[in-house]
């Protein structure tokens, strides 16, 4: 696996409506490898079913438990992925959601951007513990779960829509207290 190059720039910044076209490129660019963690997203055909898809994101967003901030990761001035953080207000938990295009894989990318996104949600929200959940095949999440310092809590069997079949997750957990060690530079 290629290591990152050092003059690598990964870049995070709040989603917004306008970038449904070029995430859309970037999703037929993905889709059947999307397909499987991201099934909604790989579904989508057009920019409005995109904006349509992006707009049920914020909607949730009325409801007075979750709270879902969504950003779109960057090389360089290259959109190349998305990376979301999914604040359950109740218990102060947030879990991750991030992809990578195929062609960028393996560049260092996603794990800039979860370190970028742990410290922005460790700053600018009350939660004390972050969650990453992976498949056992997913190996590249593993990696960055655990390159970041986050600690695996236990096997979690859970849908990813109300059709899809249950999968078992592996969870990873980074606490508040690691922000600023070894764990987050
Ligand atoms: C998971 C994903 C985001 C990783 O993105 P990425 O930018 O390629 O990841 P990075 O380059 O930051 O690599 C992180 C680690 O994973 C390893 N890795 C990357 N691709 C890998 C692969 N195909 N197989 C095994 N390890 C891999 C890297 O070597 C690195 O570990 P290391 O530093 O110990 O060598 C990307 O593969 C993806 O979008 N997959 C589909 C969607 C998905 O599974 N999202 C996560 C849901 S939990």
Redesign the pocket.
Do not use: D, P, T
């Given at each position: 696996?290629n290591k990152p190059e050092p003059q690598l720039r990964v870049g995070v910044r709040p989603l917004s409506l306008h970038d449904a076209s070029s995430l859309l490129a970037l999703v037929q660019e993905n889709r059947s490898?999307?397909l499987e963690?991201?099934p909604e997203i790989a579904g989508t055909n057009s920019v409005p079913e995109l904006e349509e898809y992006l707009l049920k994101r914020w909607l949730q967003n009325t409801d007075p438990t979750i709270f879902c901030h969504s950003f779109m990761i960057s090389e360089e001035a290259t959109i190349v992925?998305m990376i979301g953080v999914v604040i359950q207000r109740a218990t102060k938990w947030a879990n991750f959601?991030?992809?990578?295009t195929k062609s960028?894989?393996?560049?260092?990318?996603?794990?800039r951007a979860v370190r970028i996104v742990c410290e922005w949600s460790f700053t600018n929200s009350d939660i004390d513990c972050l969650i990453?959940?992976?498949t056992p095949a997913?190996?590249?999440?593993i990696?960055?779960a655990e390159?970041l310092g986050f600690s695996f809590i236990g096997n979690i069997t859970s849908q990813l829509t109300s059709e899809s079949p249950p999968i078992v997750f592996r969870c990873f957990q980074l606490g508040r207290e690691s922000l600023g060690t070894d764990a987050t530079k």
């Open positions: 696996m490898y999307l963690s991201f992925g959601e991030y992809w990578v960028r894989n393996g560049r260092g990318i996603a794990q990453i959940r992976a997913n190996r590249a999440s990696s960055v390159n």
